[in-house]
């Protein structure tokens, strides 16, 4: 099945910097890869997404790229607020529908 | 309705106690799904429901564990015996459909129960 490894499992940042986490995934079919982000005492939420068709997405501050021949892809967010600090999760959903997610990123951002 | 819900939102029980986990989903989301998080781990997907019938139990991590859904909506899931390493929080999660388009198949996730067993 699939295998979802996410780099780093914690991630300090200072305000204003860049923040960026990684993931592989090993099925080279799965077609489609979601970031949630997950606060404190709250269930995951969805903040941006991209499918194997695309290369780069952007929305406002967040970004998430896929290299689909390195089976590897990004979430970068800029510009870090405090508001930031929160659980990240990647995750790819083979051609079955089932999602697969990373470890997790625990990102704090000091004001 | 808003979006989704779970109840309880904490349950605390004794080792060999069997507990009922609810999950309310979003109004006409056919496809719902369990997952399982423990402490500074990743979530753990445990089963999967189109509709009624569940496609997909092969995350369920033993037959203490059971997970039915009534009327296309709530679900329940079950776990007969408890044991400690079952302490973790159990999320559900909704999707208007499963498998068919990105935007379709998001998943919405609800609050969680957490799980403590002593």
């Known amino acids: 099945g699939e295998n979802v490894e996410q780099h780093p499992s914690t991630l300090s940042v200072q305000e204003g910097d860049s923040a960026v986490i990684k993931c592989t995934y090993s099925?080279?079919?799965?077609?489609?890869f979601p970031w949630y982000k997950q606060e404190l005492g709250k269930g995951p939420q969805l903040i941006i997404d991209?499918?194997?068709?695309?290369g780069e997405k952007k929305d406002q501050r967040i970004a998430v790229t896929l290299n689909k021949t390195a089976k590897h892809f990004s979430l970068h967010i800029t510009e870090t607020q405090p508001e930031d600090s929160a659980v990240y999760f990647c995750?790819?959903?083979?051609?079955?529908?089932?999602?697969?997610f990373g470890q997790g990123t625990i990102l704090t951002v000091h004001p | 309705g808003a979006g989704v819900s779970q109840s309880p939102s904490n349950k605390v029980t004794e080792k060999g106690k069997d507990v009922e986990l609810r999950c309310d989903p979003i109004?006409?989301?056919?496809?719902l799904y369990w997952y399982r998080q423990s402490l500074g781990q990743g979530l753990e997907f445990l089963i999967y429901?189109?509709?009624?019938?569940?496609?997909?139990k092969s995350g369920l991590p033993s037959d203490r564990f059971s997970a039915e859904r009534t009327g296309g909506s709530v679900s329940t899931l079950t776990i007969q015996r408890t044991q400690q390493e079952d302490s973790a929080v159990y999320l559900c999660?909704?999707?208007?459909?499963?498998?068919?388009?990105?935007?379709?198949?998001?998943?919405?996730f609800g609050p969680g129960t957490r799980l403590t067993v002593l």
């Open positions: 991209i499918r194997s068709n695309v």
């Open positions: 109004s006409g989301h056919t496809a």
């Open positions: 099925d080279s079919a799965s077609n489609y």
């Open positions: 999660a909704s999707s208007l459909v499963q498998g068919q388009g990105a935007h379709r198949n998001e998943q919405f």
């Open positions: 429901f189109q509709g009624n019938s569940a496609p997909d």
């Open positions: 995750a790819a959903r083979a051609v079955s529908g089932k999602l697969t």
